[in-house]
């Protein structure tokens, strides 16, 4: 077990040393950085001496991969691809584009999204079991057809109108919430409510589908027919036999997502107006600053890792036949 | 008129001529056509795909472009001909020109006085506050409060001309079709009303704006409808980019294993451990600042948006092969360990024709599968990233523009619903058939659901 | 533990009564089961023969109420105790299921809770019908256990179903279903997964339970040596009609039907065998291994070889049969592959006509593959289901580049489709078309097609019915004698060897435990392992 750990951890190196590779070459190669000073000053400043000025002010002066003209290990390390990509790795993010240190905003920043994203993910998961353990109750009649039938007309529906339409009602016509905001202090639940429901509902479809399906299948394997023999009644089976065999699927399918809470949701974030990394990596997204960007997709390519890391884990706690070795 | 060829248009009919050879090549396997046959042999399914079909036919319609010859004026005494600068398509045509009837701004569905008061002179020529007239509602009624009557009287003759088109369309069809097995029956009603539908909207259009316009005036029905050939050109051409890379990738890596597998294996878990959305808009983002740094290169504003939609493609197949590979891998451990692959290596038959004839044709139904099911969430996946700020370009109609455009509106009073209805409804509409398409396909060729039934 | 307890019927007397038992398919209504009627006397094994697809295993599971929901109940009636079960409310049924009717099923490793400590398993039926809860529970599930022969019952009580052996989760099973004393025991194929050693060794404790609990036990089973062995009546099942019943000795004697003759000629002769052929070595094995590596630590170094395939040596001459016997994971498939050079050997050699082959590189190989041939145990994946069957047998003339016009290819395709017993228009064909014997008789003829002088047999009957089984194997005799083709046969069942083979190979973990000439084998075997084998075979 420890060993696997150990040689999880190993293998998630070169998969971050990929991920920075991808990233430097999408932001430095493919554009240069002459091409993003253009862009970033717009057309009227556009002159040699602007462009140098600007990658002066942001250390992009440098050459990319080796610097000839410095010496010994500064050949290296003096060079674009040092300094914003290698980095990276002591988790030292730098400055953003505007002039930001990027790891206390992420630092002050991935709190709000968790409070938003953490209880969406739980409650979500509680009723879409419940949901989809209700639809198998009644499989095979008319109450499943239909629910199937909504859980997939739920499912057609833009998360974006799940966001407006609740903001809509409740928020504007009901005015039970505000509609949107975040204040640490006092009441915070009243900001949390709205968008931890919308994010509830807009879930429900795919999600107690794809449970309902995980539910079937274990439902026609060999073993519930023995409990059907014992003389179990359908709901020990349900609970007793089906559930905690399907909990293994939705495990693999769930715990890779939690490291990623941290991350929030770009779309919640920024509607409800959260302070939160969803909202900032969108942020940098308008204003086109890439160094937040790059720094955001190696935080979450190492959530992901942790997340797979995780799966692995908890599969040996939900799944007796299989040991990590 | 000169006939404009955009890219997505050209790759779009190539991609329907390769989808029709493609089934028209299968159609001899009879356990693929059992297949097709039970997918539409639910009356659900033959419902679901005559939507589909008639959403891909506008957006076929809609990528016949074309630049209008433009009438020199009488001083100018050459024989060279202009053309207009705006690409129209024989969509627009078929709608009868829905889309050229701008108004100000904001008008309310059936509204004959625009939903903003602008300075304006009565009758005697003074000066006031009030609700203009719209441009293009109402012009040939001599009262307002005719208006219930005409639209009813309207709709009714509107309704007649659609039930001939829907006899001219179906009777044919039916007469090579009447001893079919499948539930005809069922697409014939969907496409009548479509048809009937179609035919009211384009007539009633002519006197009013059936959903009302938008805040520079466009008539929001027109522009849902353009989102068509968007949503139906993403779904398809970002799967369609997809594909090659992931089917390459992932049954390769299944077939020969070893280090090729690593490699695939290591592919694509550093492309699915990056967060799918950043990679996405910091791609557009860069080539946003390629089309900006080389303005020279598009003749005509159109063209810099379809590369734009284009390159949208290519990023949402390039950065999404991963599932697909994972799967197809998978399927491909388990093919290679199969008699009849074991069975072609003890005959010495090569690699390529192992792959070829063995491996590739008992993968197609992951393919389709997957074709299916992200055609939907790739619709989808366009209204979030046009809200974002990295979808599609702002000139091109699209589904997710319109939702971006409207969000803020729904606070004002009285509410602006109706850009966000018309979105909604077409959207829905789409990925729900879609959706439920997907589910039969993968009831049909899935063999874990079709093995469940066959035990049963 | 008392309530469990009641007293033991009288041996004899009928505890489950079927009547005119109908189950019809619920969309189509065409029937499955039509009309059977038997009953289940204390204290006997009424055994239910037949082969797959017969209505059999449909019977035990409309006995207690547990049909998919594709198949119906369309009439007839199952009484026990006076009660007629089809009257019974859900609820009064689930008292009767596991409490005076109970059910084993064929296999143990998925009809068990995969999540679940075997002992808790076995406790929840107590549960469900007894008021037995905490360490008197427990202790009573050990006892069951013990019963059953179940080692170390203590221990075992919280392994998982994956930590057993196949026989030890086939007797938890058994012990679930006699944990509350009911009247009636249905076994539906309880031993058909099981290795043969096993297999005895599971029915003679069924067998033993009959007795010592005046248990009505149904057996259901397609093989009749199982039914030779351990029931006292049976009665043949075919498509969906019981067609004859009697009691074993009269049916072994005197079957009435000439499918119950076909059934009981598949049982082996084990007094007549095959003389052995011309001694011109064909294949020479010597010292073969084939080791797989096993990964561990860090950075995953290979630490250890799972020794699949441990230095064998074995001779097949000109026109041979040589019987490859063994149970699973005892690493004959993996020689059979090695020999198609279709898995790297680790040591020793292989020698055809005198030449060695192994390791030889896909071209250099290629000659070979002309000559040795294979088919492989399940017919319904070792054809590819998007092919006609002409392109199946065509590919290897194809690829070994017979040099044969197009012409000339597909006359011989219809010789071979006949000579296989198949129709020449059956070509154009697609395999699911096919039922599992007519595929591999297709197989056959793909093998057949590139003239080989050896062909590899990996268990190709394994998978079909033993009516089926006995023709193929005839027609497999019948190309050696035409073509002087030689076999490598690789079986788990010693039974089908007699009429087959010349030599027998005997494999246990890797090693060639003993061989020799059929007769020898099977009449004074040495080694243990060959004689426990041997008396695992039915006889007649």
């Given at each position: 077990?420890?060993?696997?750990?150990?040689?999880?951890?190993?293998?998630?190196?070169?998969?971050?040393?990929?991920?920075?590779?991808?990233?430097?070459?999408?932001?430095?190669?493919?554009?240069?950085?002459?091409?993003?000073?253009?862009?970033?000053?717009?057309?009227?400043?556009?002159?040699?001496?602007?462009?140098?000025?600007?990658?002066?002010?942001?250390?992009?002066?440098?050459?990319?991969?080796?610097?000839?003209?410095?010496?010994?290990?500064?050949?290296?390390?003096?060079?674009?691809?040092?300094?914003?990509?290698?980095?990276?790795?002591?988790?030292?993010?730098?400055?953003?584009?505007?002039?930001?240190?990027?790891?206390?905003?992420?630092?002050?920043?991935?709190?709000?999204?968790?409070?938003?994203?953490?209880?969406?993910?739980?409650?979500?998961?509680?009723?879409?079991?419940?949901?989809?353990?209700?639809?198998?109750?009644?499989?095979?009649?008319?109450?499943?057809?239909?629910?199937?039938?909504?859980?997939?007309?739920?499912?057609?529906?833009?998360?974006?109108?799940?966001?407006?339409?609740?903001?809509?009602?409740?928020?504007?016509?009901?005015?039970?919430?505000?509609?949107?905001?975040?204040?640490?202090?006092?009441?915070?639940?009243?900001?949390?409510?709205?968008?931890?429901?919308?994010?509830?509902?807009?879930?429900?479809?795919?999600?107690?589908?794809?449970?309902?399906?995980?539910?079937?299948?274990?439902?026609?394997?060999?073993?519930?027919?023995?409990?059907?023999?014992?003389?179990?009644?359908?709901?020990?089976?349900?609970?007793?036999?089906?559930?905690?065999?399907?909990?293994?699927?939705?495990?693999?399918?769930?715990?890779?997502?939690?490291?990623?809470?941290?991350?929030?949701?770009?779309?919640?974030?920024?509607?409800?107006?959260?302070?939160?990394?969803?909202?900032?990596?969108?942020?940098?997204?308008?204003?086109?600053?890439?160094?937040?960007?790059?720094?955001?997709?190696?935080?979450?390519?190492?959530?992901?890792?942790?997340?797979?890391?995780?799966?692995?884990?908890?599969?040996?706690?939900?799944?007796?036949?299989?040991?990590?070795? | 008129?000169?006939?404009?060829?955009?890219?997505?248009?050209?790759?779009?009919?190539?991609?329907?001529?390769?989808?029709?050879?493609?089934?028209?090549?299968?159609?001899?396997?009879?356990?693929?056509?059992?297949?097709?046959?039970?997918?539409?042999?639910?009356?659900?399914?033959?419902?679901?795909?005559?939507?589909?079909?008639?959403?891909?036919?506008?957006?076929?319609?809609?990528?016949?472009?074309?630049?209008?010859?433009?009438?020199?004026?009488?001083?100018?005494?050459?024989?060279?001909?202009?053309?207009?600068?705006?690409?129209?398509?024989?969509?627009?045509?078929?709608?009868?020109?829905?889309?050229?009837?701008?108004?100000?701004?904001?008008?309310?569905?059936?509204?004959?006085?625009?939903?903003?008061?602008?300075?304006?002179?009565?009758?005697?020529?003074?000066?006031?506050?009030?609700?203009?007239?719209?441009?293009?509602?109402?012009?040939?009624?001599?009262?307002?409060?005719?208006?219930?009557?005409?639209?009813?009287?309207?709709?009714?003759?509107?309704?007649?001309?659609?039930?001939?088109?829907?006899?001219?369309?179906?009777?044919?069809?039916?007469?090579?079709?009447?001893?079919?097995?499948?539930?005809?029956?069922?697409?014939?009603?969907?496409?009548?009303?479509?048809?009937?539908?179609?035919?009211?909207?384009?007539?009633?259009?002519?006197?009013?704006?059936?959903?009302?316009?938008?805040?520079?005036?466009?008539?929001?029905?027109?522009?849902?409808?353009?989102?068509?050939?968007?949503?139906?050109?993403?779904?398809?051409?970002?799967?369609?980019?997809?594909?090659?890379?992931?089917?390459?990738?992932?049954?390769?890596?299944?077939?020969?294993?070893?280090?090729?597998?690593?490699?695939?294996?290591?592919?694509?878990?550093?492309?699915?451990?990056?967060?799918?959305?950043?990679?996405?808009?910091?791609?557009?983002?860069?080539?946003?600042?390629?089309?900006?740094?080389?303005?020279?290169?598009?003749?005509?504003?159109?063209?810099?948006?379809?590369?734009?939609?284009?390159?949208?493609?290519?990023?949402?197949?390039?950065?999404?092969?991963?599932?697909?590979?994972?799967?197809?891998?998978?399927?491909?451990?388990?093919?290679?360990?199969?008699?009849?692959?074991?069975?072609?290596?003890?005959?010495?038959?090569?690699?390529?024709?192992?792959?070829?004839?063995?491996?590739?044709?008992?993968?197609?139904?992951?393919?389709?599968?997957?074709?299916?099911?992200?055609?939907?969430?790739?619709?989808?996946?366009?209204?979030?990233?046009?809200?974002?700020?990295?979808?599609?370009?702002?000139?091109?109609?699209?589904?997710?523009?319109?939702?971006?455009?409207?969000?803020?509106?729904?606070?004002?009073?009285?509410?602006?619903?109706?850009?966000?209805?018309?979105?909604?409804?077409?959207?829905?509409?789409?990925?729900?058939?879609?959706?439920?398409?997907?589910?039969?396909?993968?009831?049909?060729?899935?063999?874990?659901?079709?093995?469940?039934?066959?035990?049963? | 533990?008392?309530?469990?307890?009641?007293?033991?019927?009288?041996?004899?007397?009928?505890?489950?009564?079927?009547?005119?038992?109908?189950?019809?398919?619920?969309?189509?209504?065409?029937?499955?089961?039509?009309?059977?009627?038997?009953?289940?006397?204390?204290?006997?094994?009424?055994?239910?023969?037949?082969?797959?697809?017969?209505?059999?295993?449909?019977?035990?599971?409309?006995?207690?109420?547990?049909?998919?929901?594709?198949?119906?109940?369309?009439?007839?009636?199952?009484?026990?105790?006076?009660?007629?079960?089809?009257?019974?409310?859900?609820?009064?049924?689930?008292?009767?299921?596991?409490?005076?009717?109970?059910?084993?099923?064929?296999?143990?490793?998925?009809?068990?809770?995969?999540?679940?400590?075997?002992?808790?398993?076995?406790?929840?039926?107590?549960?469900?019908?007894?008021?037995?809860?905490?360490?008197?529970?427990?202790?009573?599930?050990?006892?069951?256990?013990?019963?059953?022969?179940?080692?170390?019952?203590?221990?075992?009580?919280?392994?998982?179903?994956?930590?057993?052996?196949?026989g030890q989760q086939q007797r938890v099973m058994i012990a679930m279903a006699l944990a509350c004393e009911p009247d009636v025991l249905i076994a539906d194929e309880p031993t058909t997964a099981l290795d043969v050693t096993i297999q005895l060794q599971v029915l003679n404790l069924i067998r033993e339970l009959t007795r010592s609990r005046q248990l009505a036990v149904l057996l259901i089973?397609?093989?009749?040596?199982?039914?030779?062995?351990?029931?006292?009546?049976?009665?043949?099942?075919?498509?969906?009609?019981?067609?004859?019943?009697?009691?074993?000795?009269?049916?072994?004697?005197?079957?009435?039907?000439?499918?119950?003759?076909?059934?009981?000629?598949?049982?082996?002769?084990?007094?007549?065998?095959?003389?052995?052929?011309?001694?011109?070595?064909?294949?020479?094995?010597?010292?073969?291994?084939?080791?797989?590596?096993?990964?561990?630590?860090?950075?995953?170094?290979?630490?250890?070889?799972?020794?699949?395939?441990?230095?064998?040596?074995?001779?097949?001459?000109?026109?041979?049969?040589?019987?490859?016997?063994?149970?699973?994971?005892?690493?004959?498939?993996?020689?059979?592959?090695?020999?198609?050079?279709?898995?790297?050997?680790?040591?020793?050699?292989?020698?055809?006509?005198?030449?060695?082959?192994?390791?030889?590189?896909?071209?250099?190989?290629?000659?070979?593959?002309?000559?040795?041939?294979?088919?492989?145990?399940?017919?319904?994946?070792?054809?590819?289901?998007?092919?006609?069957?002409?392109?199946?047998?065509?590919?290897?003339?194809?690829?070994?580049?017979?040099?044969?016009?197009?012409?000339?290819?597909?006359?011989?395709?219809?010789?071979?489709?006949?000579?296989?017993?198949?129709?020449?228009?059956?070509?154009?064909?697609?395999?699911?078309?096919?039922?599992?014997?007519?595929?591999?008789?297709?197989?056959?003829?793909?093998?057949?097609?590139?003239?080989?002088?050896?062909?590899?047999?990996?268990?190709?009957?394994?998978?079909?019915?033993?009516?089926?089984?006995?023709?193929?194997?005839?027609?497999?005799?019948?190309?050696?004698?035409?073509?002087?083709?030689?076999?490598?046969?690789?079986?788990?069942?010693?039974?089908?060897?007699?009429?087959?083979?010349?030599?027998?190979?005997?494999?246990?973990?890797?090693?060639?435990?003993?061989?020799?000439?059929?007769?020898?084998i099977l009449t004074a075997p040495a080694h243990p392992y060959t004689q426990e084998l041997l008396a695992a075979v039915p006889r007649l």
């Amino acid at each position: 077990m420890f060993a696997y750990i150990v040689r999880r951890l190993l293998y998630a190196i070169p998969i971050l040393i990929g991920v920075n590779l991808l990233t430097f070459t999408l932001f430095f190669v493919v554009n240069s950085p002459d091409d993003m000073a253009a862009s970033q000053l717009g057309d009227k400043y556009v002159t040699p001496e602007a462009i140098a000025n600007w990658k002066q002010k942001n250390g992009y002066d440098k050459p990319l991969f080796l610097n000839s003209q410095a010496a010994g290990v500064g050949q290296v390390t003096d060079t674009i691809f040092f300094d914003k990509s290698v980095r990276l790795f002591a988790f030292d993010f730098g400055r953003s584009e505007s002039g930001r240190d990027i790891t206390t905003d992420v630092a002050t920043r991935m709190w709000p999204s968790l409070a938003v994203a953490l209880p969406t993910f739980l409650v979500g998961i509680g009723v879409n079991i419940c949901v989809a353990l209700m639809v198998v109750m009644f499989r095979g009649t008319r109450l499943d057809r239909g629910a199937v039938f909504v859980f997939v007309a739920l499912m057609s529906i833009s998360y974006l109108f799940y966001i407006i339409g609740g903001q809509f009602l409740v928020a504007k016509t009901w005015r039970l919430v505000p509609i949107s905001g975040f204040h640490t202090e006092g009441q915070v639940w009243k900001f949390l409510v709205l968008p931890v429901l919308v994010g509830v509902v807009a879930g429900i479809g795919a999600g107690a589908r794809w449970y309902r399906t995980l539910f079937l299948e274990e439902a026609n394997q060999d073993y519930v027919r023995t409990a059907r023999a014992k003389g179990c009644s359908e709901l020990s089976i349900l609970f007793r036999h089906i559930l905690p065999n399907a909990l293994i699927p939705i495990l693999t399918g769930v715990v890779v997502l939690i490291p990623s809470l941290f991350m929030g949701s770009l779309l919640i974030e920024s509607f409800f107006g959260i302070p939160g990394l969803g909202s900032y990596m969108l942020d940098a997204i308008n204003s086109q600053d890439f160094a937040i960007v790059r720094s955001m997709v190696f935080i979450g390519s190492i959530l992901y890792i942790v997340g797979l890391l995780l799966t692995d884990i908890s599969y040996t706690w939900a799944d007796p036949r299989v040991r990590l070795s | 008129m000169k006939p404009v060829l955009l890219w997505s248009d050209a790759l779009i009919f190539l991609l329907v001529i390769s989808l029709a050879l493609f089934f028209w090549r299968l159609r001899h396997d009879p356990q693929t056509r059992e297949r097709w046959a039970e997918v539409f042999s639910s009356r659900l399914g033959m419902v679901a795909f005559t939507i589909i079909a008639a959403y891909i036919l506008v957006a076929l319609l809609d990528s016949l472009h074309f630049r209008r010859a433009l009438e020199n004026p009488e001083s100018l005494a050459t024989q060279e001909v202009f053309y207009d600068n705006k690409v129209s398509s024989v969509f627009d045509v078929l709608t009868g020109g829905m889309g050229d009837r701008f108004e100000r701004t904001y008008s309310a569905p059936f509204a004959l006085l625009s939903f903003e008061k602008e300075n304006i002179k009565d009758a005697s020529g003074r000066d006031i506050r009030d609700f203009p007239p719209l441009r293009h509602a109402g012009q040939h009624l001599a009262h307002p409060d005719e208006r219930t009557a005409d639209i009813l009287v309207k709709s009714v003759s509107a309704l007649l001309w659609g039930l001939l088109l829907c006899a001219l369309v179906i009777t044919p069809q039916w007469l090579l079709l009447r001893g079919s097995a499948l539930p005809w029956a069922a697409s014939w009603l969907t496409q009548g009303v479509i048809l009937c539908a179609g035919a009211w909207t384009v007539s009633i259009s002519h006197h009013y704006h059936i959903l009302g316009t938008d805040q520079g005036g466009a008539d929001v029905l027109y522009q849902s409808l353009k989102g068509i050939r968007t949503g139906v050109l993403l779904g398809t051409l970002a799967t369609l980019v997809m594909l090659p890379i992931a089917v390459t990738l992932g049954v390769m890596a299944g077939y020969f294993k070893g280090w090729v597998d690593d490699v695939v294996q290591y592919l694509y878990t550093t492309l699915s451990s990056i967060p799918g959305i950043l990679l996405i808009a910091a791609s557009v983002l860069l080539f946003q600042v390629y089309i900006d740094l080389n303005p020279d290169f598009f003749a005509v504003g159109m063209e810099k948006a379809d590369a734009k939609f284009i390159a949208l493609c290519f990023i949402l197949g390039v950065t999404s092969w991963s599932t697909l590979c994972r799967l197809i891998r998978a399927e491909t451990l388990k093919i290679s360990q199969l008699g009849y692959v074991q069975a072609a290596h003890a005959f010495g038959v090569s690699h390529s024709r192992i792959l070829g004839r063995h491996v590739l044709p008992n993968v197609v139904h992951i393919i389709l599968i997957t074709f299916v099911l992200d055609f939907s969430a790739l619709v989808l996946a366009e209204a979030v990233l046009s809200y974002i700020g990295v979808g599609v370009d702002p000139s091109m109609g699209s589904w997710g523009n319109m939702i971006n455009g409207a969000r803020s509106e729904l606070s004002r009073e009285p509410t602006i619903w109706w850009t966000l209805t018309g979105a909604f409804f077409f959207m829905f509409i789409l990925v729900l058939a879609a959706n439920l398409f997907s589910d039969l396909v993968r009831d049909a060729f899935d063999p874990r659901t079709s093995l469940r039934r066959a035990e049963a | 533990m008392s309530e469990a307890q009641h007293s033991r019927p009288a041996p004899g007397t009928v505890c489950l009564q079927v009547r005119d038992l109908t189950v019809t398919l619920a969309d189509t209504g065409a029937a499955i089961v039509k009309g059977v009627s038997f009953e289940l006397r204390a204290g006997k094994v009424f055994a239910l023969v037949g082969e797959s697809g017969s209505g059999k295993s449909v019977t035990s599971l409309a006995a207690m109420r547990l049909l998919p929901d594709a198949l119906r109940i369309s009439g007839g009636s199952v009484d026990v105790a006076g009660q007629d079960l089809f009257g019974l409310s859900e609820a009064r049924m689930q008292e009767v299921r596991g409490r005076r009717v109970a059910m084993i099923f064929q296999n143990a490793m998925s009809a068990l809770n995969p999540v679940q400590t075997v002992g808790k398993q076995v406790a929840e039926t107590l549960q469900l019908h007894t008021r037995l809860r905490g360490a008197a529970l427990r202790e009573r599930v050990v006892a069951l256990f013990r019963e059953v022969g179940i080692p170390d019952p203590e221990q075992r009580f919280d392994f998982f179903p994956h930590q057993l052996s196949g026989g030890q989760q086939q007797r938890v099973m058994i012990a679930m279903a006699l944990a509350c004393e009911p009247d009636v025991l249905i076994a539906d194929e309880p031993t058909t997964a099981l290795d043969v050693t096993i297999q005895l060794q599971v029915l003679n404790l069924i067998r033993e339970l009959t007795r010592s609990r005046q248990l009505a036990v149904l057996l259901i089973t397609h093989d009749m040596g199982v039914v030779k062995n351990t029931a006292d009546e049976v009665a043949v099942m075919y498509r969906g009609e019981l067609i004859e019943r009697a009691s074993v000795e009269d049916f072994f004697q005197h079957p009435q039907q000439a499918y119950s003759q076909r059934l009981i000629d598949a049982l082996p002769d084990l007094t007549q065998f095959r003389e052995a052929a011309a001694e011109a070595p064909l294949l020479e094995l010597q010292e073969v291994k084939v080791h797989f590596p096993i990964r561990r630590g860090l950075l995953q170094r290979v630490v250890d070889y799972t020794r699949a395939v441990d230095g064998v040596s074995l001779t097949i001459g000109r026109g041979e049969t040589y019987a490859l016997v063994g149970e699973s994971g005892s690493g004959k498939s993996t020689l059979g592959r090695a020999v198609l050079n279709l898995e790297a050997i680790a040591g020793g050699q292989i020698r055809f006509r005198g030449e060695a082959i192994e390791g030889l590189g896909r071209n250099a190989m290629l000659p070979y593959r002309k000559q040795i041939q294979v088919i492989f145990q399940n017919p319904f994946s070792s054809m590819n289901p998007r092919m006609t069957v002409g392109d199946i047998i065509a590919e290897g003339m194809i690829s070994l580049g017979l040099g044969l016009s197009e012409e000339a290819r597909r006359e011989r395709i219809q010789a071979l489709l006949q000579r296989v017993q198949l129709g020449a228009e059956h070509a154009n064909r697609y395999p699911h078309e096919f039922s599992g014997g007519q595929l591999q008789r297709i197989a056959i003829a793909r093998a057949l097609a590139v003239d080989p002088e050896l062909i590899i047999c990996d268990e190709p009957t394994s998978a079909l019915d033993v009516s089926i089984r006995a023709e193929v194997l005839e027609l497999l005799a019948e190309l050696q004698r035409e073509f002087g083709v030689s076999y490598l046969f690789i079986t788990h069942d010693l039974s089908i060897v007699p009429g087959l083979a010349h030599k027998v190979g005997v494999m246990q973990r890797g090693k060639l435990v003993e061989q020799g000439t059929a007769e020898q084998i099977l009449t004074a075997p040495a080694h243990p392992y060959t004689q426990e084998l041997l008396a695992a075979v039915p006889r007649l």
